[in-house]
C-alpha cells in the first residue's frame, strides 16, 4: 500500500522536485521518500547509461579493429543483431 502511495505521490509531484528539495527536512515523511525515490531511480538509470555508453565504445573499438559480428558477439554475449546496430551506427 505504502509503495501505492509513493507512486502515486510521484506522478503529483514530477516538475516540483527541485522546489521540494530545498525544503526535504520540513516535508512529511511519504514526500521525503518519493524525493529518495526519485534520486535513486535517477542514478540508478545514469549508472545503466555509462555502462551502454561503454560497451558501445568497446565494440566500436573492435569493429574498428576488423573483428567479425560473430566473434564480437561471442565474447560480449550480446547478440549478433545488436553488434550490426552497432556496426550500422558508426557507418
Same mark, same amino acid.
Given at each position: 500500500m505504502s509503495e501505492q502511495l509513493v507512486r502515486d505521490v510521484k506522478d503529483e509531484i514530477k516538475g516540483e522536485e527541485e522546489?521540494?528539495?530545498l525544503y526535504k527536512e520540513d516535508? +512529511? +515523511?511519504t514526500l521525503a521518500a518519493v524525493l529518495e525515490l526519485e534520486r535513486q531511480e535517477?542514478?540508478?538509470q545514469? =549508472?545503466?547509461q555509462g555502462i551502454e555508453q561503454t =560497451?558501445?565504445?568497446i565494440i566500436s573499438g573492435l569493429i574498428e579493429?576488423?573483428?567479425?559480428?560473430?566473434w564480437i558477439a561471442k565474447v560480449s554475449?550480446? +547478440?549478433v543483431a545488436k553488434i550490426?546496430? =552497432?556496426r550500422e551506427v558508426l557507418k
Open positions: 522546489i521540494l528539495n516535508l +512529511p +515523511p535517477g542514478f540508478e545514469g =549508472i545503466e =560497451i558501445k565504445q579493429t576488423g573483428a567479425d559480428d560473430e554475449k550480446l +547478440p550490426k546496430e =552497432i
